[in-house]
């Protein structure tokens, strides 16, 4: 509120002059990690970002106890894996994790089925071991899916059918 002339002011009570700010310099994409291209480079070990991730790992948690697992496969080492393949299943529709995503995962590598072909255990016992623990291996997990059958439904996809 204005204050008439007349009224006597403390020195501590007076408007201050504000700070200039100086003219921001040009500026360049020099850090290490700048993507410097509209599109993000893709590949091996590249990953996926999207919004979110980290809800992916609640999620997987949440079907830990329907998990049918085979003897040798770790419950922590699953639940890790699929909320990684689902994490990297939402960023390619470039939105946050649902379940959807981790009924998609769960269906790639069988582990919602009572009677698994042993091919498919196998590979899976392979690719999900120490995968909790060891980010190479989360990585070689994620790069092993291909983007194609990522982007498919839990319903259009039969366990174990490609790995052939």
């Given at each position: 509120m204005t204050q008439p002339s007349y009224v006597p002011i403390a020195v501590a009570d007076q408007v201050r002059p504000s700070l200039r700010l100086?003219?921001?310099r040009v500026w360049v994409a020099d850090r290490p990690a700048e993507l410097r291209f509209p599109v993000r480079p893709g590949g091996r070990s590249r990953g996926t970002p999207g919004p979110d991730q980290g809800y992916a790992l609640r999620l997987a948690r949440r079907v830990?106890?329907?998990?049918?697992?085979?003897?040798?496969?770790?419950?922590?080492?699953?639940?890790?894996?699929?909320?990684?393949?689902?994490?990297?299943?939402a960023a390619l529709f470039g939105r946050a994790p649902t379940i959807f995503d981790i009924q998609t995962a769960l269906a790639l590598w069988g582990f919602g089925e009572a009677d698994p072909p042993e091919a498919l255990v196998a590979a899976r016992r392979q690719a999900f071991s120490g995968v909790a623990h060891d980010y190479p291996a989360q990585r070689a997990l994620i790069d092993s899916v291909p983007e194609e059958l990522l982007r498919r439904r839990a319903h259009e996809i039969t366990p174990g059918e490609w790995l052939a």
């Open positions: 100086e003219t921001p830990e106890r329907s998990l049918v697992l085979e003897p040798g496969e770790s419950a922590h080492d699953v639940v890790v894996g699929l909320g990684l393949l689902a994490a990297r299943r």
